[in-house]
């Protein structure tokens, strides 16, 4: 089956996993994905990810985080901004502040696929892909 937003099918996987009290969850591999993966890793939303080689395109394993023995997940919610429909640019002066900067928002610019607030410091614009809180 050919799935036409990749990103938005793995932000509802781990959305999923994670309501679910999953341990871990696999996602087919790409190198977007790759660095989507590394921000949450890098911001403390998961433990961890790594990428299994199947022979095709590979799967990455990430590690989900929970809270205390209640299991609370550290990752309260996922949403998708730019879609294939309707993509959602930013200016560097316009970049969004996801819960007045207690969230962070994936923006893929052309310097790579980092954070709204290393895209601030790094004075460069591009696509908002997706906020997490």
């Given at each position: 089956m050919q799935?036409?937003?990749?990103?938005a099918d793995m932000l509802t996987r781990i959305r999923n996993a994670n309501?679910?009290?999953?341990?871990?969850?696999?996602?087919p591999a790409s190198n977007?994905?790759?660095?989507?993966?590394?921000?949450?890793?890098?911001?403390?939303?998961?433990k961890n990810?790594?990428?299994?080689?199947?022979?095709?395109?590979?799967?990455?394993?990430?590690?989900?985080k929970y809270l205390g023995a209640s299991r609370t997940p550290v990752l309260q919610g996922l949403r998708r901004v730019s879609k294939p429909g309707l993509r959602i640019y930013s200016s560097s002066e316009d970049m969004p502040k996801v819960m007045k900067g207690i969230g962070t928002a994936i923006v893929s610019t052309s310097k790579?696929?980092?954070?709204?607030k290393a895209a601030r410091a790094a004075n460069v614009g591009g696509e908002v892909l997706a906020f997490i809180w």
């Open positions: 799935i036409s937003d990749t990103i309501s679910a009290k999953h341990e871990t969850v696999d996602i977007m994905k790759k660095a989507i993966a590394q921000i949450l890793v890098d911001e403390g939303y998961v990810y790594q990428v299994i080689e199947d022979g095709k395109q590979g799967i990455i394993r990430i590690t989900l790579g696929v980092m954070t709204d």
